[in-house]
């Protein structure tokens, strides 16, 4: 499964994978704010044994088929000692 995957230019480590390039119909409105002039990254082909950084690959392609996007958030802050 091809996806397409944007960075967010207002929030660092923020992307928006989508199944249908510069498609952002499906996204909701309350999420496009983050995603004013987003940057394009990236052409991805998805498969089962494809590993993602920080997302599990069938959650991605579950939520592409079934929504049409994936939103993958910045990681939580971890407070230094």
């Given at each position: 499964?091809?996806?397409?995957?944007?960075?967010?230019?207002?929030?660092?480590?923020?992307?928006?994978?989508?199944?249908?390039?510069?498609d952002?119909?499906?996204?909701?409105?309350?999420?496009?704010?983050?995603?004013?002039?987003?940057?394009?990254?990236?052409?991805?082909?998805?498969?089962?044994?494809?590993?993602?950084?920080?997302?599990?690959?069938?959650?991605v392609?579950?939520?592409?088929?079934?929504?049409?996007?994936?939103?993958?958030?910045?990681?939580?802050?971890?407070?230094?000692?």
């Amino acid at each position: 499964m091809k996806c397409y995957v944007y960075r967010s230019r207002k929030q660092d480590e923020m992307y928006l994978f989508l199944k249908d390039k510069e498609d952002f119909s499906p996204v909701p409105p309350e999420l496009m704010p983050h995603f004013v002039n987003p940057v394009f990254v990236f052409e991805l082909e998805l498969t089962p044994r494809r590993k993602l950084a920080r997302a599990d690959v069938n959650t991605v392609m579950q939520c592409l088929e079934s929504q049409g996007f994936y939103l993958q958030v910045p990681p939580p802050r971890t407070a230094l000692a």
